[in-house]
DNA sequence: GCGGAAGCTATCGGATCTGATAGGGGTATG
DNA sequence: CATACCCCTATCAGATCCGATAGCTTCCGC
């Protein structure tokens, strides 16, 4: 089942608050984009560390949880934790949702009634997730959630970050002292801006934009205008919206 | 000081929070990339939610918070929450830190000597953090780290996304089923790669490589490669480590 | 005053992306 | 068996980026 490594302590304690709320099949992910399986210090999967040998467990073995599902759609675009029932979905605040995905989601037979699902946001842009799930019939997670769902998510956010530096290690932190200007250019660049486009709107010539970006490819040393956006976008010096 | 809304709930357990654990000073960011102060319903500054009338309070509100600081290079690069401690930095797990970051933190005459920071990430790359900090004085955070981070994380990220709720509302969550084949172009479009590259790696044409491009722009929204890199990568299907 | 860094501008050619347009083959679902 | 969707390929011209290279002013701390 499990050493005594921290990881091992996590899992186990994911696993007991899963059983004492009645929700007893617990699945996690450190990493949604990759198809490998989380794995401990000794290389195993961490799904060792949990009960996979009931009838409904089959299911979060098929590799279809990754794609065309609509509780990944949620974990894609929440931050924070949720909960599912039956096709209804719940968070501490409203959950907008497209007709066409409510809709999969109540047609889809899923095996798994109820759950709770605490999507995990790491450095690097990684995205990760834990569910707890009931097993065969379902559980009013609705009280469950409100009582619980703040502990659950970070008990999930530290069992995922200790993957997470188990498989990549601790990055050396620098500090990147990017300059007014390079941020504004890279902010633009983040918003698809041409280099032309952008030296308007600054008020420069487009070979100042170029060389700003230089700078800034240097220090975040990243090569190529998308990669360094990429970066500043995962660092917080850039945001997406707007 | 506030009303009874939701927010106005949530800030004044984090002030009470901070109280009980002699961290009194509490800032605030539901975006570092942005200067604007965090608003509430009312659209004033939640800061008005805290006590900022002390001394050592100034510090927050210079604008230098946001550049070259090295409690914000870390906000920026860890996942876990960690405390600062006169320039010595811990969390669950080692932090590892340049010798220059490191100078920089000891060298720096904070006014702000000890604190527990939880830096909160959100969808849409956005990164924000709460920062408990002592007043005057140090306090020994290492052991209400150990006992209290990990409520104090979950306590800043509902937080944090609560502000973010206000400010950009609920986004409309939709499925959008992304072939295989476009997610493995994308992964190597935002791994930096040429389009040729791409199609001598996948086996393809490279007018091929272009039209899952447009495929996967078309179905993510966005326009440009960059725009749908980014995009991919918020959602997870791309990860930005190797 | 001098070094250093930020900020600004310019030119060059080659590599690369972009939009528009036009197909054909395979497979699953109704 | 028809429809839809994935997957693959092709061509064209124009916009854009990229690396290398060279020079300018201004402001700051030592």
Redesign the pocket.
Known sequence: MAGNSELAQLALQLREEGRSLGLPLVATCADISSARPTLDERGEPVASLFDFTRPAAGYWKKGDLALRNAMVALIRNLGDPFYYMDGAVGSWRPVKVTPRLEELGRSVNYAVRSAIIAPVRLPRSTLGAVVWASDGEGVDVRPLFEAHALRLHGLAARFISACDTLAHGAPEIDLC??????V??LKL?AAG???????TI??????????????A?A?LEE??????AQRAIELGYVSTRL
């Open positions: 002292a990017l300059t007014r200007r390079e504004q250019c660049v801006k041409t280099d032309s486009e952008i030296a600054l008020g420069l010539a487009t070979p100042t934009v170029r060389f700003h970006m230089k700078k490819s220090k090569n190529g205008r998308l990669r360094t």
